[in-house]
């Protein structure tokens, strides 16, 4: 009997701290080996189109080139949607190039947080730029914490920097416990794109 009185008392227990406020914006991190870390960010996504939110979507390696369901339903939905990546390191012929298509991207996700006509702004794989050197760091830091006021922000991608966690109002980390990859199945339509 002890046990269940522990266990009604710990479901009536409010988690919530009593000292709670609002914040005008947030910068959300969803990092890790796992998977799931875009995929919680498009879930943000369509919550902020529920509630009439401007949104765009900043892609750093998928290129307009890849059909992903995501961008599909998100220009739908009326999202502006980029997709400025050369797709994945490994595939690729020329890795200057691809640092300067990198640079690019980021031009184009600053100009978007700064002009402040979004109230969401999801910056996938980004980490990966920053991870890599491939974009100034300092400079990505500064935008995001000098953000306009209302600019929420996502940021997706393995192995996120110290530098971004820091900053971040909420940092998720996925971590893989089993992939189908891993069995040697390959990506699945409706399910990873």
């Known amino acids: 009997m002890a046990d269940d009185d522990t266990k009604t008392e710990a479901l009536a227990d409010d988690p919530r701290p009593d000292d709670l406020t609002t914040a005008k914006s ?3 991190v969803n990092t890790g080996d796992g998977k799931g ?4 960010a498009f879930g943000v996504m369509l919550r902020a189109l529920a509630m009439g939110w401007p949104v765009a979507v900043v ?3 998928k290129s307009g080139d890849w059909k992903v369901g995501e961008e599909k339903m998100g220009r739908q939905l009326g999202v502006e949607w980029h997709a400025l990546g050369e797709g994945f390191t ?5 890795i200057e190039h691809d640092k300067g298509i990198a640079g690019a991207a980021w ?3 600053k100009e978007l947080i700064e002009a402040g006509e979004h109230k969401l702004v999801l910056l996938d794989e980004i980490t990966y730029m920053l991870s890599w050197g491939w974009i100034d760091v300092d400079d990505v830091l500064a935008t995001l914490a000098n953000r306009p006021e209302h600019v929420n922000i996502v940021c ?4 996120a920097i110290n530098g971004l966690i820091e900053i971040a109002d909420t940092v998720t980390e996925m971590r893989n416990v089993k992939h189908a990859y891993d069995r040697g199945i390959v990506a699945k339509k409706g399910i990873d794109y």
């Open 59 to 61: 892609q750093f390696l």
């Open 90 to 94: 490994w595939d690729s012929d020329n």
């Open 156 to 159: 997706t991608g393995r192995d």
């Open 107 to 109: 031009a184009k996700a």
């Open 26 to 28: 947030l910068l959300l």
């Open 37 to 40: 870390k875009s995929t919680a």
